[in-house]
């Protein structure tokens, strides 16, 4: 079956250096990817998205980077900051009306100083 | 802040009680899910609700009952509940269109449900 799975549970980064977070997909038609961030007691939020027809995509401070031909997803974030430290997990929806969205199990974020 | 609003924040609840999760949306989306969120694990979707009417439940337990009474509130009402479903519960809401399916969810704070 489909699976979305995160290649590091745990990623430390020095504060002020880039971080990346990794995500490998099994679902060759998946057409939608979000990546989302969840912090320490609340809900998970949405950082950024992209389309199947894209590679790339930039947002203050995050890039999100697809790469169709190994499914792979990857979330850069461009000096890092202790508000960074959370939870970070993607999800992929497949076509069609009734695809759901499939989370990963999430890469935890620590920002040292 | 979400425009996903959800209420108790923290819920501790014995066997036999029967307690409601509510969720309310302030962002016009016509689609709302529930998810269980337990440690270690992916978000596990529940149920959800398009245009009002019940579209998924996977496979879950009839102690958990969701009830949508319209498209800006969502309730899970628990009964007679098991240790095991101490977990975070989420709830969501996207927009959903019937040529290209869910957009973007948007996500409450959760409940942290503790189960005695």
């Known amino acids: 079956g489909e699976s979305v799975g995160l290649h590091l549970p745990t990623l430390s980064v020095q504060e002020g250096d880039n971080s990346i977070i990794n995500c490998a997909y099994s679902n060759s038609a998946s057409d939608y990817f979000i990546w989302y961030k969840q912090e320490s007691g609340k809900g998970p939020q949405f950082i950024i998205d992209?389309?199947?027809?894209?590679d790339k995509r930039q947002g203050q401070r995050v890039t999100v980077l697809l790469n169709k031909t190994v499914k792979h997803l990857s979330l850069q974030i461009a000096a890092t900051q202790p508000g960074d430290s959370a939870v970070y997990f993607c999800a992929e929806k497949g076509t069609g009306t009734a695809s759901k969205l499939t989370f990963g199990t999430g890469t935890r974020l620590q920002v040292t100083l | 802040e979400t425009g996903v609003t959800q209420t108790p924040r923290h819920l501790v609840m014995g066997m036999t009680n029967k307690k409601s999760l509510k969720c309310e949306q302030h962002?016009?989306?016509?689609?709302m899910y529930w998810y269980k969120q337990s440690a270690k694990k992916p978000l596990e979707l529940m149920f959800v609700?398009?245009?009002?009417?019940?579209?998924e439940n996977n496979s879950v337990p009839s102690r958990f009952s969701p009830e949508c009474p319209n498209s800006s509130h969502l309730f899970l009402h628990l009964h007679t509940l098991q240790p095991e479903d101490s977990a975070l519960y989420l709830c969501a809401s996207s927009q959903m269109t019937r040529t290209s399916g869910p957009d973007t969810q948007y996500f409450g704070p959760g409940t942290r449900l503790t189960v005695l």
């Open positions: 992209i389309r199947s027809n894209m």
């Open positions: 609700y398009n245009f009002k009417e019940q579209t």
């Open positions: 962002l016009g989306h016509n689609a």
